[in-house]
């Protein structure tokens, strides 16, 4: 689709016209990074495209608007940022971060150091 970005156009493609598209957010970012335990830096614009691909393996082709949207209800309401609910989380049993322990390790992000405007 032109003019818009990959986002906009996966949502609109699964949630208007049942298409197994991703609609890959932070949101489902976060989400996958912990249940696949994906350790990419997700500040890195290349790192979409491995999400992107999990939700292809994923997707339930017969219901992709409700797959897609569920992913990001999970990111917003239970599997949140700083403490996720892990123990209300509906998919526990196959988050293979739950699993390890490791749900606060992840998503990665690593900060890109600000450079001032002169350097010594
Ligand atoms: S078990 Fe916890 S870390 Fe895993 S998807 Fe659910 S809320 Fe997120």
């Known amino acids: 689709m032109k003019g818009v970005g990959p986002y906009t156009a996966g949502a609109i493609l699964s949630i208007a016209y049942g298409k197994p598209e991703p609609a890959v957010d932070g949101n489902v970012m976060r989400v996958l ?3 696949l335990m994906i350790y990419e830096d997700i500040a890195k614009p290349k790192t979409r495209k491995t999400f992107e ?4 393996k994923l997707i339930d082709h017969e219901h992709t608007s409700a ?3 569920a992913l990001m209800e999970l990111g917003a309401l239970i599997c949140t ?7 209300l989380c509906p998919v526990q049993s196959h988050c293979l971060a739950f699993e390890a322990g490791v749900q606060s390790e ?3 992000k690593i900060q890109k150091k600000k450079r001032g405007m002169y350097q010594l």
């Open 33 to 35: 990074s912990r249940i």
């Open 53 to 56: 691909a999990a939700v292809r």
């Open 67 to 69: 797959f897609n949207q």
């Open 81 to 87: 940022p700083g403490k996720p609910a892990c123990l």
């Open 106 to 108: 992840l998503p990665v």
